[in-house]
Nanobody, 123 residues
């Protein structure tokens, strides 16, 4: 699966952004999907995941209640709605796919990493 994230940009603290990830191929529903981010000078970390049919989600504690992950299996897309953004949310955001049976934060289970999209939150 090939993935491409988009929708990043510059936003003030307290603002919102919606990221999208487009998947190529005909097997999109075979994958749970995840979002990760990498802040400057730091390791890439898990943000959120969504199940194949979209009925289950999983969030890191740092974004729970502020971010919402969703997917559209007809359009082969997964989205990340980010509200109440803070400067510490500044990072390059990546989407990835996993065949794992359960939702997981483990990066080793994900594939299809594409180019990320940069989100910058100013204070």
């Amino acid at each position: 699966v090939q993935l491409q994230a988009s929708g990043g940009g510059l936003v003030q603290a307290g603002g919102s952004l919606r990221l999208s990830c487009a998947a190529s191929g005909r097997t999109f529903t075979s994958y749970n999907m995840g979002w990760f981010r990498q802040a400057p000078g730091k390791e890439r970390v898990f943000v959120a995941a969504i199940s194949r049919n979209g009925d289950s989600t999983y969030y890191s504690d740092s974004v729970k209640g502020r971010f919402t992950v969703s997917r559209d299996n007809l359009k082969n897309t997964v989205s990340l709605q980010m509200n109440s953004l803070q400067p510490e949310d500044t990072a390059v955001y990546y989407c990835a796919a996993t065949r794992a049976l359960t939702l997981t934060a483990g990066q080793e289970y994900y594939l299809g990493w594409g180019q990320g999209t940069l989100v910058t939150v100013s204070s």
